[in-house]
């Protein structure tokens, strides 16, 4: 699939950017992320199975960050490889189940951790990242520090719009995958 939600063209990027989709599955966010009325894209849909969705080309400039701002690099997309995580985010309890109220799907308790988010708010239930898609996006990223020699740190939605954005939220353990990657959690 090709996003037509790009513009630009993206070198020597400085951060890897990660999302959630709040989606209902892989492939609807991506279809979703190919229309142009979404106005957003990213450069890769990573599925709770690891399977990989490409939207854009590495070298191209996505539409995943806004214009946020970072340690002084303003207009993060252009500096940056968005990732999209297949995953709904927060939930709720109703009836007993945890439910996402965005999506209408339920989930059972060993889908769930009750956890605050780091930015603030209230303890809530969020969707767990499967240990297959959690692998892949640090094996991704791993390549991506490979190729692109200039990438400095992966960072969440939520680091960079901390005012305005839960993704991907505290069920992705970015610390443990950043000390990973880069020998250190910040």
């Known amino acids: 699939m090709q996003t037509p939600n790009h513009g630009g063209r993206l070198t020597d990027p400085s951060y890897i950017v990660v999302h959630y989709t709040a989606g209902r599955s892989a492939s609807s966010s991506a279809r979703w992320l190919c229309d142009?009325?979404?106005?957003?894209?990213?450069?890769?849909?990573?599925?709770?199975?690891?399977?990989?969705?490409?939207?854009?080309?590495?070298?191209t400039v996505t539409w995943h960050a806004g214009q946020s701002e970072w340690r002084g690099v303003s207009g993060l997309n252009n500096h940056s490889i968005g990732i999209e995580l297949d995953n709904?985010?927060?939930?709720?309890?109703?009836?007993?189940?945890?439910?996402?109220?965005?999506?209408?799907?339920?989930?059972?308790?060993?889908?769930?951790?009750?956890?605050?988010?780091?930015?603030?708010?209230?303890?809530?239930?969020?969707?767990?990242?499967?240990?297959t898609q959690t692998a892949m996006l640090e094996d991704i990223c791993r390549e991506l520090i490979v190729e692109y020699p200039t990438l400095?740190?992966?960072?969440?939605?939520?680091?960079v719009a901390?005012?305005?954005?839960?993704?991907?939220?505290?069920?992705?353990?970015?610390?443990?995958?950043?000390s990973r990657l880069f020998g250190r959690e910040n």
């Open 162 to 178: 901390p005012s305005r954005k839960l993704d991907p939220g505290p069920a992705l353990p970015l610390d443990v995958i950043r």
């Open 36 to 59: 142009k009325a979404a106005r957003a894209s990213a450069h890769l849909i990573i599925g709770r199975d690891g399977a990989l969705i490409q939207l854009a080309s590495f070298n």
């Open 152 to 159: 400095i740190d992966v960072l969440g939605h939520d680091d």
């Open 88 to 131: 709904c985010g927060p939930v709720a309890r109703v009836n007993g189940r945890w439910r996402s109220l965005s999506i209408g799907q339920d989930y059972v308790d060993g889908d769930v951790v009750e956890l605050a988010h780091k930015n603030g708010g209230p303890t809530r239930g969020w969707l767990l990242y499967s240990p």
